[in-house]
């Protein structure tokens, strides 16, 4: 048994919880799936209510070290997409 859910086991959960077919589920986790990334795009913070809150996150420039040549080098910055739970993920996971 695997520690991993893919999509194709959540979309096979969803799909027995609500009577809806495989196909239909998943063309909801695409959409859904979808708008979550073009609202980050777009500069956008996603947040579901008891679930959590998606953003985009910057990175500042820093410096760190080639671990081959053990030499100072820059790392640049960039964003980066995050995800903070709400508190019912938090305690339900808990």
Avoid: C, H, W, Y
Avoid at 13 to 25: H, I
Avoid at 39 to 62: D, H, P, Q, Y
């Amino acid at each position: 048994m695997s520690d991993t859910v893919s999509k194709k086991d959540l979309v096979g959960a969803v799909a027995a919880k609500t009577g809806l077919t495989q196909a239909k589920v998943g063309q909801v986790v695409d959409a859904l799936l979808e708008e979550v990334e073009a609202s980050l795009k777009g500069g956008k913070m996603v947040r579901i209510i008891g679930f959590g809150t998606f953003e985009v996150r910057e990175r500042k420039a820093r410096t760190g070290i080639n671990p081959r040549t053990k030499q100072p080098m820059e790392i640049p910055g960039g964003k980066s997409p995050a995800f903070k739970p709400g508190k019912a993920l938090k305690d339900a996971v808990n």
